[in-house]
């Protein structure tokens, strides 16, 4: 299962876009909701093609089911995993004034999405008061889905052993791959509930990146319409214009002192 980088290049990417952007949308050049759909649209063929090629890469390498249509299902959850992905990068750097604080808060989001995802953690031995966490992690409906996707209605053969270790191997032997499901805790899903679930978070994720982004251009809007920004940028100009008149001045008074000079030196000779 891919899962993803905590140092998303989605956090300095978006903000590498607000220098051009966000001028651009302060001026009506075009809308937030232009933006941002037609940065997702744009991005969208790229993020598939890398899921695809990915999946279809280590599904075979690994020797996982050979059925087709557990390809093709393996493969549609690690292209929606991948936007859900891509969708909480987008989110964060929307939501954030800098590159450095989105680095600083994205990481930490991923990590408990890994942690909750159920592959490190039993989800059986999550504390009832955290299990929520889980439900909100596109690492797990893609994990959970995966596994159910892999193990349904398969059957495994023990290796024949030796009497007295006969009882020891039946123990840790799975003969049916709904024992694999039950011993993860995911006996009470289904690959359609999970592939639902993980498509919800992707759209939810999505219109939370559009509603920080809008937010976040409208807040600098205000602040550059409000009185105190723009009294700090006329004083700038003002400063800057003295300077430059100051400069001037200066300039010109040194060059007809000096011309005023050498006319007097010629008089005395």
Known sequence: MQT??????????????????????????????????????????????????????????????????????????????????????????????????????????????????GFYVNSKTIPQGAAWVSYISPIYWTFSGLVLNEFSGEQFLCPPTPAPLQTQMNNGCLH????????????????DLCFLALAVFFVVISLLAYLLLAINVRSSEMAMKSPRTKNAIGGKVGRGGRGRGGGRGEGEGGERGGEEGSVGTDDEW
């Open 4 to 117: 993803p980088n905590t140092k998303h290049p989605q956090y300095t990417h978006t903000h590498t876009h607000k220098v051009i952007t966000y001028p651009e949308i302060k001026s009506k050049a075009y809308s937030s909701s232009a933006y941002f759909f037609s940065r997702v649209l744009s991005e969208l063929p790229m993020n598939i093609l890398a899921a695809v090629v990915y999946s279809s890469i280590i599904y075979w390498v690994v020797g996982l089911n050979k059925d087709p249509l557990r390809f093709l299902i393996f493969v549609a959850f690690i292209v929606l995993e991948t936007c859900a992905s891509v969708g909480i990068g987008f989110a964060v750097s929307a939501g954030t004034k800098n590159a450095a604080i989105a680095n600083a808060i994205g990481p930490p989001i991923i990590i408990i999405c890994i942690l909750f995802g």
């Open 176 to 191: 049916v791959g709904e024992q694999v499901i039950v011993r993860l805790g995911f006996q009470n899903l289904t690959v």
